[in-house]
C-alpha cells in the first residue's frame, strides 16, 4: 500500500492466482439431502463456546436451540436437522492440529421438520435493537471465514456510528464460489440483508464489492439492487486478497484502517454476502443459521459445484454426494491460500466453511524450499506492506522479538509472500508458527502474574488464619482467667464449663 | 632512584583518592536488576531452585551465582527472559524443559490426608479431610511441592494438554542450515 | 586547522586503531554480537582513550621527560589507564546496570586493551602537543567505536544468513573481519598521518 497507489487505479500489492472458480462456479446448486447422522460443534465462532440446554435421547427440531451463547462474544448453535440427540462428545475439530473438540450429535430422522418461526413482520418500523438481538439469537456468524458474531459487531457499528457498510463479495480466494452462487442465486437476500444490518448499524449507505471475474453475480445484483439507490454494487478488479476487510475498504473508500484500529473505528464495517443473506433469513423467515452453501472443489472431486447443505455434516458424506476420481492427496477447509489443512474428512463442517477442496497428486505438490535470494517479490506482493523476508528470516533464527518489531503482528496471514516466492519458502507458516509462539509467551506471562496473585493471597490468608488462631487463643486464655476469677464465687461453675 | 619511587608513589595516592571519593558518589545502594529479576520470577516461593525464595533466587541471579536457568515452574520462556535481562547467553536447547505441567490427582489413591493443600504455594489444590481432592489447573503453577509430600504417591505430574486454543503451528523444517 | 582535520580523518580511518593497527581485537570480537553493546563499548572505550591519553601526556611532558624517568613509561601510563577504567566501571554501573551486565567482563578487560595504551604511545612517540595529542587520541577512539558499529551491524545480519555448518560463529565473523579490513584499505592515500 505505497504512496503510488494513490494515483493507479489497480493497487500495487496482491496476486493473480489463477482462480480454478469455473466450472464449479458455473453448476446450478444443488441440495444435500439431511444425512443420518450430524455433529453440530459447540465452537463453530470467535469466542466462548456454547453450552448445551439439550441432554442425550431428547428429540429436536430444526432449528431448535441445542446449546446456548456463554460470554459476551458468543453464538448459540441450533440442531440442523430432525431428530434425536444421541451423544454430547467429541469428535475431530476443521483444525490443522487434528484436536478433538465437543460437539452434539444429531440422529436425523429424515423428516427435516422445523420448529416454528417466528418471523419479525416488519424490520424496518421495529428497533435496531430488535434486528440485532434477532441475528445474535439465530446463531449468525461472519460467514466469510473469520466467524466473528455477527450481532456484537452491530452493537460495536451502532456505538461508533458507521455510516457506511461494506458488503464483501470480493471472495478472492481461488477455488472458492459460494458467495458467487448467494450472489447469483439469492440477489434479493443479500440487498435485503444488507439494508437489515444498515437499519442496525445505522449506516446511511451500503458499498457492495464483487471482483470482476463475476459478471454474472454483478448483473444479478445489479438488478436486485436497483431499487434502493443506497445501495451501491461496486465491481472490483480480480486481486488477491481483495476480500480481507482492510483491503477492501482501503480500494472501496479510500480510508487506511491504522494497525492499531478496527475497522468501525474509521465509520466503516464490513460484512460478507453470506452474511448479510443469513441476516435477512434470521429476520424474515426467523431461521436460525443451520445450513449453508458450501463449494466442493479440486482436482479429486468428480462433480465439483456447490451444495446448500445443513451444518454439522461430515465432509465424508459430501464428498460421497458429488463423488471421488481418487483419493484425496490433500484436504483443504476454504480456500488454497488461507485454508485450514485437515487430516481425514470425519470433520463436521461449521458456519465458517465456505469450501471444501481435495486436491490430487499434481495439485497437491508443494515444492520443497530453497534458500532466500532477497528478490523482494514478497515486499512488493504483502498487502500489509510488511517485509516477510527479514521476519522470516528472524524467524527462522529463533529471534521471534526481531520478527515483532518488523510488525509481525499485522500479517493478514493471506499467503500472497508464499504464493509469489520463488524459492517456495513457507513463509506463512513462519509466521503462524511465531505468531503462536508469541501468543504463548504471553499466556505464560499472565500465568505468571496470576500465580503471583495467588501465591500472595495464600500469604494473606495463612497470616490472617494465624492472627485469627491467637487471637482466639488469647480470648480463650481471657475467658479462662475470668473463669477462674470466677471460680471463687461457686454459682458460675456451670458457665465456666460451656465457655471451657 | 628515590625521584621514581616517590613519583609513582605520589600518583598512585592521588589517584587512589580520586577513585575513592568517586566509589563514595557513585556508590550503587542496591543492585537495582534484583527486584527487576524478582518480578520476572513466577513468585510461588515453591523452592525448587534451591533458594527459599523468590527474592533470594533473583538475588543469586544478580550476583551471577545461579544460573538463568534455575527456575523450573518458570520453564524455557522465564529463561529466555532472564538471559535477556542479564545479557547472558544461554543455550536453551538443553534445558530440560518438558514442557509447562501440572499436577493431577489419582483420585482411586486419594486418601484425603490434605497434606498436598498444606504446602500448595497458590492454594490450587482444593478438598477436605477423608474426601478426595482435586487440582484447580488454571491456578497451578506445576512446582511439585505436592508430590513430594502425598503419601500414597496419588499426585504426579502430567504435561499441560495440548487443546485448541493452545495449539500452535510448527517452526518449518529447514534443509539449508 | 587543515592539518588536523587530515591528522583526525587518518587517525580515525586510514590508520584505523583495529583494522589498520590490529589493536583491541578482543573486544572487536568479543562484544560485537548486538549493536548497542558494541555502541557501549565503544563509548566507554572513547572515554577512557581520551582522558587516559590526557592524563599520558601530562605525565609524560612534565614528569617523565622532565626528571628523565622515561623507563617509568608503561608502568605509569598502566597505572593512569587502570584508574580511568575503574573510574569509567563506577560510573556506567551507577548509569545503566543493563550495560554493565552486558559488557561483563570486558569492561575491566579496557584496562588492557591494547587500544588504549597502543594510542598512548603512538602519541607519545608523535611528539604531539596537548592539543594535536587529545584530537588524535579522541580520533582514533571514534574509529574504534565505529568499526565496532559497523561490525556489530554486519554479525547481526549474520546470525540471520544461511552460514555453512563448519564457517557458523566465529570463522565467518573472522572473514567478515578480514573484508571490512580491506575495505578500509580503500582510505589510504586520502590522508596521511
Same mark, same amino acid.
Given at each position: ?147 466473528f458474531p455477527a450481532a456484537p459487531k452491530f452493537a460495536l457499528g451502532k456505538r461508533l456510528k458507521v455510516k457506511t457498510l461494506i458488503v464483501n463479495g470480493g471472495e478472492c480466494e481461488p477455488y472458492l464460489s459460494s458467495d458467487d452462487r448467494v450472489m447469483r442465486d439469492f440477489p434479493e ?197 510488511? $517485509?516477510?523476508?527479514?521476519? *522470516? &528470516? @528472524? =524467524?527462522?533464527?529463533?529471534?521471534? +522479538?526481531? /520478527? %515483532? #518489531?518488523? !510488525? ?45 496473585? $495467588?501465591?500472595?493471597?495464600? *500469604? &494473606? @490468608? =495463612?497470616?490472617?488464619?494465624?492472627? +485469627?488462631? /491467637? %487471637? #482466639?487463643? !488469647? ?26 | ?55 533470594q533466587a533473583a538475588a543469586a541471579l544478580a550476583k551471577g551465582e545461579a544460573p538463568v536457568t534455575l527456575c523450573p515452574p518458570g520453564g524455557k520462556a522465564t529463561a529466555e527472559a532472564l538471559a535477556a535481562k542479564l545479557g547472558v547467553k544461554v543455550d536453551l536447547s538443553k534445558v530440560s524443559d518438558s514442557g509447562p505441567q501440572i499436577a493431577e490427582v489419582t483420585e482411586e489413591i486419594c486418601i484425603g490426608c490434605c497434606r498436598c493443600m498444606k504446602v500448595c504455594p497458590t492454594d490450587a489444590i482444593i478438598g477436605a479431610a477423608k ?47 | ?193
Open positions: 500500500m505505497g504512496f503510488l497507489d494513490r494515483f493507479l487505479k489497480t493497487p500495487s500489492w496482491g496476486v493473480h492466482p489463477e482462480d480454478h472458480k469455473r466450472p464449479a462456479a458455473d453448476v446450478a446448486l444443488r441440495i444435500f439431502p439431511t444425512p443420518e447422522r450430524i455433529f453440530m460443534p459447540l465452537n463453530q465462532h470467535v469466542g466462548g463456546m456454547a453450552r448445551p440446554i439439550v441432554m442425550v435421547g431428547q428429540k429436536v427440531l430444526k432449528g431448535q436451540l441445542i446449546a446456548e451463547a456463554q460470554g459476551n462474544i458468543s453464538a448459540p448453535i441450533h440442531a440442523s436437522a430432525s431428530g434425536t440427540i444421541s451423544a454430547i462428545g467429541e469428535v475431530t475439530a476443521p483444525h490443522p492440529s487434528g484436536l478433538p473438540f465437543k460437539a452434539i450429535t444429531i440422529d436425523s430422522d429424515g423428516a427435516d421438520r422445523w420448529i416454528d418461526t417466528d418471523p419479525l413482520v416488519d424490520p424496518f418500523s421495529a428497533a435496531p435493537e430488535e434486528i440485532t438481538k434477532r441475528t445474535a439469537a439465530a446463531g449468525v456468524v461472519g460467514l466469510g471465514g473469520a466467524t437476500m443479500v440487498i435485503d440483508g444488507a439494508r437489515l444490518v444498515m437499519h442496525a448499524i445505522g449506516a446511511t449507505e451500503a458499498l457492495v464489492g464483487i471482483e470482476d471475474n463475476k459478471p454474472e453475480a454483478i448483473a444479478a445484483m445489479r438488478k436486485a439492487a436497483a431499487a434502493f439507490p443506497e445501495v451501491k454494487i461496486r465491481p472490483l478488479p480480480a486481486l488477491y486478497p481483495m476480500g480481507s476487510d482492510r483491503q477492501l475498504i482501503k480500494v472501496l473508500t479510500g480510508i487506511e484502517v491504522p494497525s492499531d484500529a478496527r475497522a468501525a473505528e474509521t465509520g466503516v464495517l464490513v460484512h460478507n454476502v453470506s452474511t448479510c443473506a443469513a441476516v435477512h433469513k434470521a429476520i424474515r423467515l426467523g431461521q436460525p443459521l443451520v445450513e449453508r452453501i458450501i463449494t466442493i472443489n479440486g482436482g479429486a472431486i468428480a462433480n465439483p459445484g456447490n451444495l446448500f447443505a445443513p451444518l454439522g455434516t461430515m465432509i465424508g458424506d459430501l464428498f460421497a454426494f458429488v463423488g471421488l476420481k481418487e483419493a484425496p492427496s490433500r484436504l483443504i477447509l476454504g480456500g488454497p491460500m488461507m485454508g485450514t489443512p485437515l487430516l481425514h474428512d470425519r470433520i463436521p463442517i461449521v458456519k465458517g466453511a465456505s469450501g471444501i477442496l481435495a486436491f490430487n497428486a499434481v495439485e497437491a505438490h508443494v515444492p520443497d524450499a530453497g534458500p532466500c535470494i532477497r528478490c523482494g517479490s514478497c515486499t512488493k506482493a504483502c498487502p500489509m506492506g510488511l $517485509l516477510p523476508l527479514e521476519m *522470516a &528470516a @528472524r =524467524i527462522k533464527v529463533g529471534d521471534l +522479538e526481531g /520478527a %515483532e #518489531a518488523y !510488525a509481525l503482528q499485522d500479517c493478514i496471514s493471506c499467503g500472497c509472500c508464499a504464493y509469489v516466492c520463488p524459492s517456495h519458502i513457507p513463509l506463512v507458516q513462519y509466521f503462524s508458527h511465531a505468531k503462536g509462539e508469541l501468543t504463548a509467551a504471553e499466556r505464560t506471562k499472565l500465568r505468571t502474574d496470576a500465580t503471583k496473585r $495467588l501465591a500472595e493471597a495464600k *500469604a &494473606a @490468608r =495463612i497470616e490472617r488464619e494465624n492472627r +485469627e488462631k /491467637a %487471637e #482466639a487463643a !488469647a480470648r480463650r486464655k481471657a475467658e479462662r482467667e475470668a473463669a477462674k476469677a470466677a471460680a471463687a464465687t461457686p454459682a458460675t461453675t456451670e458457665k465456666q464449663g460451656v465457655s471451657a | 632512584m628515590l625521584m621514581s619511587v616517590g613519583s609513582l608513589a605520589a600518583m598512585g595516592l592521588a589517584l587512589g583518592s580520586v577513585l575513592g571519593v568517586a566509589s563514595r558518589y557513585l556508590a550503587v545502594e542496591e543492585n537495582p536488576i534484583e527486584a527487576e529479576l524478582q518480578a520476572m520470577l513466577p513468585g510461588s516461593q515453591c523452592g525448587q531452585c534451591g533458594y527459599v525464595g523468590c527474592a474426601q478426595i481432592h482435586n487440582v484447580i489447573r488454571e491456578a497451578c503453577t506445576g512446582c511439585s511441592s505436592c508430590v513430594d509430600v502425598c503419601p500414597t504417591e496419588a499426585l504426579g505430574m502430567m504435561p499441560i494438554p495440548v487443546t485448541l486454543q493452545h495449539w500452535t503451528w510448527p517452526k518449518p523444517a529447514s534443509a539449508h542450515n | 586547522m587543515k592539518e588536523f582535520a587530515l591528522m583526525m580523518i587518518g587517525a580515525a580511518l586510514v590508520n584505523n586503531v583495529i583494522l589498520a593497527r590490529f589493536l583491541g581485537l578482543c573486544s572487536f570480537m568479543g562484544v560485537t554480537t548486538r549493536v548497542d553493546t558494541a555502541a557501549g563499548m565503544g563509548l566507554a572505550t572513547t572515554f577512557v582513550i581520551t582522558v587516559s591519553s590526557m592524563a599520558d601526556w601530562a605525565v609524560q611532558t612534565y614528569l617523565l621527560d622532565a626528571y628523565g624517568l622515561g623507563f617509568l613509561r608503561t608502568v605509569t601510563f598502566i597505572l593512569i589507564i587502570a584508574s580511568a577504567v575503574q573510574f569509567t566501571e563506577m560510573t556506567i554501573k551507577k548509569v545503566s546496570p543493563t550495560l554493565f551486565q552486558m559488557l561483563g567482563i570486558y569492561l575491566p578487560l579496557i584496562t588492557t586493551n591494547c587500544a588504549v595504551l597502543g594510542v598512548a604511545l603512538l602519541l607519545v612517540e608523535g611528539r604531539m602537543g596537548f592539543l594535536s595529542a587529545t584530537m588524535f587520541a579522541f580520533a582514533s577512539s571514534v574509529g574504534y567505536s565505529l568499526v565496532m558499529i559497523i561490525f556489530a551491524g554486519l554479525r547481526e545480519r549474520l546470525v540471520l544468513a544461511d552460514v555453512p555448518r563448519l564457517f557458523a560463529g566465529p570463522p565467518i565473523a573472522f572473514i567478515v573481519a578480514g573484508m571490512l579490513a580491506m575495505a578500509f584499505m580503500g582510505f589510504s592515500g586520502i590522508a596521511t598521518s
